[in-house]
């Protein structure tokens, strides 16, 4: 078992998020301009206005965590296990109390933002047994 207590709390998770994204400086995702300026907080996260198009957003408005219900530190916990030491997605579902349909369909989401190349098995494929 992994601790999840690895992100500490939701704030160090938005954090993290924040310098990962931002690390440029803060861009509109809408109209991709730099003329921003802080509105405020919602929760744990940032609120940034755009000058240019007067939208506003946040640190995860525009990526594969928008509009979760789950909390990011559990995202990033699930991610950084799936990743790092090849943990199924059983044993996370299990861990972080979700079901296996969404990890799959978040999981899947992320390969698909890092645009991961797909297998693509052509001929005979052989697969050990452990």
């Known amino acids: 078992m992994i601790p999840l ?4 709390s939701e704030s160090v998770a938005a954090d993290l998020s924040e310098q990962v994204r931002w690390h440029d400086g803060v861009t509109c995702p809408r ?3 730099d003329r921003t300026v ?3 907080s919602y929760r744990e996260f ?3 206005l755009c000058k240019n198009c007067d939208r506003t957003f946040n640190d995860k408005t525009g990526t594969v965590f928008a509009h ?13 296990a799936f990743l790092r030491f090849n943990t ?8 972080i109390g979700m079901t296996h349909k969404t990890m799959h369909w978040r999981i899947e989401r992320f390969t698909r933002a890092l645009d991961a190349p797909s297998l693509n098995l052509v001929g ?5 047994e452990m």
């Open 5 to 8: 207590d690895m992100f500490g």
């Open 31 to 33: 109209c991709r301009s």
């Open 38 to 40: 802080r509105n405020g």
């Open 46 to 48: 940032q609120r940034y």
């Open 68 to 80: 979760s219900k789950i909390a990011l530190r559990r995202w990033l916990f699930s991610i950084y």
């Open 88 to 95: 199924s997605l059983r044993q996370l579902q299990c861990e």
């Open 124 to 128: 005979p494929v052989e697969i050990d």
